[in-house]
């Protein structure tokens, strides 16, 4: 039996080319996504085609309801679940911290810590030894805005990523012991849709000088190092967050 991938916001992105380098390796993947159907739709086709296995399932990670309902589907529908990759995020639009308002923090923090937690109480349910499961990984994928700050006027995005890291350390001495791997990956700049709130390909151009490789990262290339954590090559890594970021 394959082992199982889920990623959430796999219909784009970072998370779509994990979703297609992990079914490469040999995962059946859950492509998850929030609203955007043909994406994953076609992300799931593109891996049947090379011969894989995918199903994409919709589900808004904000709503614990929603992730319950995501991890139930994929008992159903795979069987199980060896690793979770909690890929969705958001950025909003700019704002300095003396400005800031319900509406943009807590959408943010809905999406990328709750909803991160969410999904890693489904899956820890499913794979902690505690649990009767078989042991498992939980990637989370953070920020390098975690440790840098962020860009300008995005303070809450970076607080909601070091949220992440913090998370990542607490969690693996929760389910260390119990045949659970947890590991953050922060992205430096990458260039995906995500920036098309804070100035797209303008701002990545502005910025891409400041990185010390000189050029943003690609998503397959954060999709390597997670597929790399995720293996037994990886055994001994927990608690703890790789940089992939250009050297930012
Ligand atoms: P992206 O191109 O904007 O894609 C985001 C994906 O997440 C989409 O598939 C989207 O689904 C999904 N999504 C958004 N909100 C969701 C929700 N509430 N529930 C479920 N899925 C949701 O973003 P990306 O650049 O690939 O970013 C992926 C992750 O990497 C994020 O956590 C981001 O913070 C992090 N990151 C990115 C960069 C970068 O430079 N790009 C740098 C550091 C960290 P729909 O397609 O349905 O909208």
């Not at 894989?52 to 159903?76: M, N």
């Not at 969410?118 to 440790?147: D, F, L, N, W």
């Not at 922060?186 to 390909?201: A, F, S, W």
């Not at 502005?206 to 050029?215: D, F, M, Q, T």
């Amino acid at each position: 039996m394959s082992r199982v991938m889920i990623i959430t916001g796999a219909g784009r992105g970072i998370g779509a080319a994990i979703a297609r380098l992990a079914a490469s390796r040999g995962y059946a993947v859950c492509v998850n996504y929030a609203s955007n159907a043909a994406a994953a739709t076609e992300v799931v086709a593109e891996i049947e085609r090379s011969g894989g296995k995918a199903i994409a399932v919709q589900a808004d990670v904000a709503s614990s309801e929603a992730c319950t309902r995501l991890f139930a589907e994929v008992d159903q529908r795979l069987g199980r679940v060896d690793v979770l990759v909690n890929n969705a995020g958001l950025v909003s639009r700019q704002c300095r911290a003396d400005s800031i308002t319900p509406d943009v923090i807590e959408r943010m923090f809905a999406v990328n810590v709750f909803g991160t937690f969410y999904c890693t109480r489904e899956a820890i349910k499913r794979m902690s030894t505690r649990h009767g499961g078989p042991g498992g990984v939980v990637i989370q994928i953070s920020s390098a805005a975690a440790r840098h700050g962020g860009l300008p006027e995005e303070t809450h995005y970076a607080a909601s990523k070091g949220a992440i890291d913090s998370m990542v350390a607490g969690l693996a001495k929760e389910v260390g012991g119990e045949g659970v791997r947890v590991v953050s990956v922060r992205p430096g700049l990458i260039t995906t849709t995500l920036h098309e709130v804070h100035g797209g390909e303008a701002m990545i151009r502005r910025v891409a000088p400041s990185i010390p490789l000189g050029r943003p990262g690609t998503p397959e290339e954060i999709a390597e190092t997670v597929i790399w954590l995720a293996s037994g090559a990886a055994s001994y890594i927990h608690g703890t967050t790789i940089d992939v970021t250009g050297g930012r």
